[in-house]
């Protein structure tokens, strides 16, 4: 093996590991992106906050974009951050003053998750598990994981036509009308 | 000019029905009277309501929820025996808040507002006669199932005391759901605290000597009426049988309660008066997966005039409804207590407007029923299970608990013998496990396994701890704690004559 073949061969390994990197970390384009909708004081938004860093946990590396969004325009930026702070909620966040983000998905309580493609085409709206049925009837143990189970079809690059469920929380207040 | 402004009046005559509701005038009335006392700072709710922006903020999620009619809290039924504070709205007050929404929240004139009622800071009642706060705090995680938990809380009262109330305050009020206080004057309770590494324990592995109530958010606290109270002999542990709601971060609850003494001994003693007794344990609940409709009943006569002041159930998730009647001698039958939705959350005792005499001779009966279906979204086991009387959450217990006192005092002995002789029922179903689990036929063995320091008597160390009060309360006639050779004899006897009766 001549020293020259031997270093093209060393330089080929490092760029099938450099992609594969880049394919564990992220840096392609995202394979879609999930906004999830929560309250700073809204009882069940907050108990979903472990499970929330841990579907950003399982699904970022593998191209999904998460983003927090609060759509209460009266909150103030620092009760957000405190908030994340407080439930240790590592995201990035939009405070959806104007509810863009609300009008676009759909949405209508917290926690709500409205999921869209790389083609940026609404996938899922809805509930994150099947904890809770109804105010006050909770289950200890989600038996359906809605949102999970989307963001792995996407990522098997299953063909999914738009879904929804319907959610269970606090109301998301209309824009007062001027 | 007038008769233009007329026109403009009769032009809006037909919104008049929606203009007219606004915040200080409909809104703040009814969230004042019924959700403020929680729902304010420093309370357990979850936010505030106590001014338009915050009301304004959630009206959606109000207007939903008393259409539910999950808040606010209050199961009871309002067909029946009129209670106190009672926290229902009626048709015309829910339909309110969707009104409102309908015509953009106004707010209305300032003017119009209701008086906000003085909502105490910190006691309710008052400074407490005794504080007592957990030595430690415990750690409730960010999520996961609920937690049950017991912390003793030791007096080391040097004198019996008589207890009007008690209030808690919780330092973590998102996890803290509820509390139960009861007694123990064993030290049991306090040898089980702290065993597994963490303050408190689980289960209900000690015997308890007396309840002093419980404590659920959302309740007004209260002084027992008249000159009544609670005994609360010196000696006793207080044990708060507490349930968490992990709330999506970790919390520390240190809980500390306020105890509130009567000045003299009560002229007439209470008397709880549970059907079926023992939570349920003597009808022998044991519920088949999948079972939908599973009932349990029982009754109980009272022997003597009785004044009966509230009314609570307990049962745990999968309970459905609730009864509990009373068929008076003449044949009038009064509905004590009607739950249509149990819910495990909101578990309170429910005082009567006015306290209800039952002569002697009325039959108090309760029903219970559950669904161990996985349609119940509070079934805890997935896929279902069969569910038995138990002391764990997860387990069942069902029962209807009147609490109030003998028409004449000098009835207590007799009203008192009667319930213990009630209890008896949890025996029978203890002797029929001894049975089926065929300890019955090897008893002689048994006895001597149990008998370490062989002196031919079964001490209450000796006893297996799960029946060691039950045993004793049946079989220990010398109440010595200890069980000799003719009181074991009893004990074979009587499995004997109950094998016979049931033709095991």
Not at chain 1, 62 to 76: A, K, Q
Not at chain 1, 137 to 150: E, G, H, M, P
Not at chain 2, 428 to 455: C, W
Request: glycine share 6%.
């Amino acid at each position: 093996m001549t020293l020259t073949r031997f270093l093209l061969s060393l330089l080929f390994l490092a760029s099938l590991l450099t992609s594969a990197q880049e394919e564990k970390t992220g840096h392609t384009t995202p394979r879609g992106k999930v906004w999830i909708f929560v309250a700073v004081d809204c009882p069940i938004a907050n108990g979903y906050a472990p499970e929330l860093n841990r579907l950003q946990q399982d699904f970022e590396s593998r191209g999904i974009d998460f983003t927090l969004v609060y759509p209460e325009p009266s909150l103030h930026e620092s009760s957000i951050i405190s908030h994340l702070k407080e439930y240790s909620l590592d995201f990035d966040y939009h405070h959806d003053r104007t509810h863009r983000l609300v009008t676009k998905s759909g949405v209508i309580v917290t926690p709500e998750a409205a999921v869209f493609d790389s083609n940026d085409q609404l996938i899922y709206r809805g509930k994150i598990d099947d904890r809770y049925s109804e105010f006050g009837d909770r289950r200890s143990i989600a038996t359906k994981t809605y949102l999970r189970d989307v963001l792995a079809q996407l990522l098997a690059g299953e063909e999914i036509g738009f879904h929804e469920t319907e959610p269970i929380g606090c109301y998301i207040e209309s824009l007062a009308e001027n | 000019m007038p008769s233009k402004i007329f026109a403009f009046l009769i032009l809006l005559a037909p919104f008049s029905a929606f203009a007219e509701v606004t915040y200080h005038k409909d809104i703040a009335p009814i969230v004042y009277a019924n959700c403020t006392s929680c729902h304010r700072e420093g309370e357990s709710a979850p936010f505030s309501l106590s001014n338009y922006e915050e009301v304004s903020r959630k009206a959606k999620t109000i207007a939903r929820v008393v259409d539910d009619g999950y808040m606010p809290p209050w199961h009871a039924s309002p067909k029946h025996l009129p209670f106190q504070d009672v926290r229902r709205l009626s048709s015309d007050e829910i339909s309110k808040f969707s009104l409102w929404l309908e015509a953009g929240k106004p707010e209305g004139d300032p003017a119009a507002a209701p008086q906000m009622p003085d909502f105490p800071k910190g006691w309710q009642l008052g400074e407490p006669d005794l504080v007592v706060s957990m030595a430690k705090a415990y750690e409730v995680p960010a999520d996961g199932p609920d937690i049950y938990r017991n912390f003793v809380l030791p007096l080391d009262l040097p004198e019996d005391k008589w207890v009007k109330a008690i209030e808690l305050r919780p330092s973590a009020r998102s996890v803290l759901h509820h509390s139960l206080f009861f007694l123990d004057d064993s030290g049991t309770a306090r040898s089980l605290d702290g065993k597994d590494g963490k303050p408190g324990f689980s289960g209900m592995g000690f015997r308890k000597s007396g309840s002093l109530g419980g404590f659920v958010p959302g309740a007004t606290s209260k002084r027992l009426p008249g000159d009544l109270a609670r005994p609360l002999p010196k000696g006793s542990d207080i044990v708060l049988s507490t349930h968490f709601h992990p709330s999506g971060k970790v919390e520390n609850e240190r809980t500390t309660i306020g105890l509130y003494f009567a000045d003299s001994p009560p002229s007439r003693q209470l008397q709880e008066v549970q059907v079926p007794p023992g939570f349920g344990r003597g009808v022998g609940i044991d519920i088949p997966a999948g079972e939908s409709n599973y009932v349990i009943e029982d009754s109980f006569t009272l022997p003597v005039d009785y004044e009966a002041i509230s009314v609570g159930g307990h049962a745990h998730y999968i309970c459905k409804t609730m009864e509990m009647t009373a068929t008076l001698p003449d044949g009038e039958r009064k509905v004590l207590l009607e739950i249509t939705d149990w819910d495990m959350d909101w578990q309170d005792t429910y005082y009567f407007e006015e306290s209800v005499i039952l002569p002697a001779g009325t039959i108090i009966k309760s029903v219970i029923s559950y669904d161990n279906s996985s349609n119940n979204p509070a079934n805890p086991h997935i896929p279902s299970q069969r569910i038995k009387w138990g002391r764990e959450s997860t387990d069942e217990m069902g029962s209807i608990t009147l609490i109030g006192v003998p028409v004449e005092a000098d009835d207590f002995t007799r009203l008192s013998r009667a319930t213990k002789v009630e209890r008896a029922k949890i025996l029978t179903s203890l002797g029929r496990e001894l049975i089926n689990s065929r300890v019955a036929s090897r008893l002689p063995r048994i006895i001597k396994s149990l008998d370490k320091n062989r002196d031919d008597n079964l001490d209450a160390s000796e006893l297996p701890e799960r029946m060691r009060a039950a045993l004793l309360l049946k079989l220990d006639a010398d109440g010595d704690k200890s069980l000799n050779p003719s009181e074991l004899q009893a004990l074979k006897d009587w499995l004997e004559n109950l094998k016979a009766s049931e033709g095991v």
